[in-house]
Each structure stands twice: as C-alpha cells, then as structure tokens.
C-alpha cells in the first residue's frame, strides 16, 4: 500500500523500517504497547511447543519408573516436571502418551488441528490436517511410514492412535542405542516433534 | 472449545499458502522484523481490531499477487515481506492507521 512492493537492493533494512514505523505508531495510539508483540510470542517461543515434548520423553528415557507412570496417568506425571503452567490446561489435560518398543511402533493422527497435543508437540505440520494421510495412516500405517522414509519391519506392530477432543495422543520414542553417556539436557536435543508423532524414530545425533 | 488464540490462529493457516516458516514445530523468524511483523498482526487479531480470517483472505490474496509477477525467477521470495504488506493493508482497512501517517513515519 505504501508502495507497490518491488525488489529492492536495501529491502531487508526498508522492511525492518516499515515495522519500526508501523509499530511506533501502534503504540503512540494505544493499540499496542513495546511489550505486546513479545507477549504475544513468549506463547510459542517459552511456553507451548515441542521443547516440552522433548524434556518429557528425555526424562522418560533416564527414568523408566517416571516411563511407567507417564503412559499410565500422562497429565500426573507431566506434572510432576517443572514445566510452564497450562500443560494440563486447555488442550494439554486430554493428553495421554503411548511408548514405543522393540515390538510396537506407534503413530498419531487426526485431520483436525485442535487435537493435536500442541503444548508438547508445537504447530503441527502442514500435512497433520489432510484428510489423504488421514485415511491412508489409518488403512496402510506402513506404507505411509516408508514414505516418510521409515521403513518399519513387518515383525514389529504398527498401533494408530486417532486424536480426538477426548484424547490426544504423543508417542514416546525408543531411547537411541550409542546413547548410553548422554546427559538429559544433551538427549532432549534428540527428540523432535516427528518422532513425537511416530513418523520419525529417535536418532543419536 | 477452549484454546489459545495464537495457536488457534497459526494452526488455522497449516497447509494453506499462507503457512508461516517453521522449523522443528516452532515458528522461526530470519530477523526481528519478521517476528514484529508476526506478532502485531496477532496481538491486533487478538484485540479485536480486525478478524484474523480477514487478515488471512489478505495475506493469501498478497501471496497470490506475488505469486502471479513471480511465475518464472521465484528467487527473492520472502514470506514476511508478504506478511508485512497484508499487514498494512489491514491496519489501513480496519481505519487505525491512515498511510499517510506511515509515509511520514518513514520520512522523518
């Protein structure tokens, strides 16, 4: 609207001015304050995402007794690390994790967004809401999983967990062999959002 | 159903044009005006000061006139850049900001 947007060499620094200027004056009106956008932010950046996700599956890897309870009682033994508050609010009190084993791979899916175990998980990818791997995942897991470059061999099971309003599923990865020395901090590096969703495993670096 | 607006508002936009960067699950941004960009537009949204889907149908209609004079050499693409401009649009439709004032803005 300012002017038709065309490439210009210093654009980087003309787009960062625009916000400046639009910002400024947000503020100058009292629509929005210097702290709004950082609010707004924190949201995604400190408090929901698949940071959480990964802290809970590290600590299930160094702890099998705090495993047990997380596949027994999810949102109980959530609790019991200190996370932001609102893990078991809102969409977080319907969660329930599933582990993997040498003999079961796990896998969630869902065509709707709202069950998606966002505060462990983050957004969900673009893919998550299309109702052609919903009903594929759901008919043939292991033809999906391969594409997905996940071949899984035919002696171990494939369980499919359809998120819902009641319940929404994450998986909780095998541990990586070769990771025997590894801290918490250093194992939770490992554990992404895709393994989470059972499309992926856990790999050591 | 209960939820946060913000994540309400960004996983309306997964697999459509309009899908903002992310890397591993989280939101990534390549520079502090990107992030600003990103966070007015939902804090505004979030105020009441126009509807997000208007701000989507904005933004997608932003892409799509990009899209359009970029049919070939699709090299200085930038999501933001197309986020930044919808989201000028929307604060001079919704009548809180007159471009005017942002013309002076930048000339000062």
């Not at chain 1, 099998?64 to 596949?71: A, E, G, T």
């Not at chain 1, 009682?73 to 040498?102: C, F, K, Q, W, Y």
């Not at chain 1, 009641?166 to 590096?189: D, K, S, Y």
Request: glycine residues 6%; aromatic residues 10%; charged residues 25%.
């Amino acid at each position: 609207m300012i002017d038709r947007f065309q490439y210009r060499e210093d654009r980087e620094a003309y787009s960062a001015a625009r916000v400046k200027a639009l910002e400024a004056l947000l503020i100058k009106k009292g629509i929005i304050t210097d702290k709004t956008v950082d609010t707004v932010l924190d949201f995604f950046e400190t408090k929901m995402g698949p940071f959480n996700g990964a802290k809970i599956v590290a600590r299930a890897w160094v702890d099998p007794s705090f495993k047990d309870r997380l596949v027994t009682d999810t949102p109980a033994a959530i609790a019991e690390l200190n996370l932001p508050e609102g893990m078991a609010g809102a969409e977080g009190e319907h969660m329930r994790a599933v582990a993997n084993s040498p003999d079961v791979h796990n896998l969630i899916i869902c065509t709707l967004c709202s069950c998606y175990p966002w505060p462990v998980l983050g957004l969900p990818p673009y893919w998550y809401k299309d109702p052609t791997f919903r009903s594929r995942a759901a008919r043939e897991p292991r033809a999906v999983l391969g594409e997905f470059g996940l071949p899984v061999p035919e002696a171990i099971e494939i369980k499919v967990w359809d998120s819902s309003a009641q319940i929404r599923w994450f998986v909780v990865p095998e541990r990586p062999v070769g990771t025997e020395g590894m801290t918490e901090a250093e194992l939770e590096a490992l554990v992404t959002p895709e393994a989470m969703m059972g499309v992926a495993i856990a790999k050591a670096a | 159903m209960l939820t946060q607006f913000e994540h309400f508002a960004i996983t309306e936009m997964m697999g459509k044009t309009d899908n903002p960067p992310r890397a591993n699950g989280s939101l990534c941004f390549g520079s502090q005006w990107e992030r600003s960009s990103f966070g007015m537009a939902l804090a505004l949204a979030k105020n009441g000061i126009f509807e997000w889907d208007d701000f989507r149908d904005e933004l997608i209609s932003t892409i799509k006139a990009w899209e359009d004079a970029h049919p070939v050499d699709r090299s200085t693409w930038n999501y933001y850049d197309q986020f930044l401009a919808a989201l000028e649009k929307a604060v001079v439709k919704a009548g809180i900001i007159d471009p005017e004032e942002i013309r002076a803005v930048l000339a000062a």
